[in-house]
């Protein structure tokens, strides 16, 4: 398949230590948030979403922070895996009663054994 | 149940024919989502239908672009008098219309000579 990621911001981190992806989000007014994972040839999966009225979300080895002053979502993996490995995305709903998303451009994460 | 799945999952086509995308939601999902990924970058949205609500077409990048969803099934994507910016993966996605996360198909991947 198709690899996905081969020009986009790249983070590499060792087996077993945490990984930290940001991301800069574009409207104010994005009342909800997804992170989604890509691997290669695949389309994004789902990992963990916030809602803004929160500003911390903990799922199985992943939390996702949101500081709406800056509007700066970020995500946290802990003890990185070789299976970690993919493209990430962070997804804004704009609002307004619409499911209508904006992706960021995302940020490929490279584990290394 | 089956995930979303998406046809062809490859297509190469000559500079100013027409091509249509097609994509099977899940079952019971009454959100459907079309987006581009060129390569190396994020996903742009295209075209979102929700139930029986007239489809939001504001990522449609020109005329040439257009979609239709039989009720609440199948989804195609055609693109008409296809040019070589048009060479990208389209991704289709459907939801729940009370929950806001979104389930991928593989994509299709369009490469235009």
């Known amino acids: 398949g198709e690899s996905v990621g081969l020009h986009l911001p790249t983070l590499s981190v060792q087996e077993g230590d945490n990984s930290i992806i940001n991301c800069a989000y574009s409207?104010?007014?994005?009342?909800?948030f997804i992170w989604y994972k890509q691997e290669s040839g695949k389309g994004p999966q789902f990992i963990i979403d916030?809602?803004?009225?929160?500003d911390k979300r903990q799922g199985q080895r992943v939390t996702v922070l949101l500081n709406k002053t800056v509007k700066h979502l970020s995500l946290q993996i802990a003890a990185t895996q070789p299976g970690d490995s993919a493209v990430y995305f962070c997804?804004?709903?704009?609002?307004?009663?619409?499911?209508?998303?904006?992706f960021g451009t995302g940020t490929r994460l490279k584990v290394l054994a | 149940g089956a995930g979303v799945s998406q046809s062809p999952s490859n297509k190469v086509t000559e500079k100013g024919k027409d091509v249509e995308l097609r994509c099977d939601p899940i079952?019971?999902?009454?959100?459907l989502y079309w987006y581009r990924q060129r390569l190396g970058q994020g996903l742009e949205f295209l075209i979102y239908?929700?139930?029986?609500?007239?489809?939001?077409k504001s990522g449609l990048p020109s005329d040439r672009f257009s979609a239709e969803r039989t009720g609440e099934s199948v989804s195609t994507l055609t693109i008409q008098r296809t040019q070589q910016e048009d060479s990208a993966v389209y991704l289709c996605?459907?939801?729940?219309?009370?929950?806001?996360?979104?389930?991928f198909g593989p994509g299709t991947r369009l490469t235009v000579l």
């Open positions: 239908f929700q139930g029986n609500s007239a489809p939001d």
């Open positions: 996605a459907s939801s729940l219309s009370e929950t806001h996360e979104q389930f």
């Open positions: 916030i809602r803004s009225n929160m």
């Open positions: 997804a804004e709903n704009i609002g307004s009663g619409t499911y209508k998303y904006i």
């Open positions: 079952s019971g999902h009454t959100a």
């Open positions: 409207n104010s007014a994005s009342d909800y």
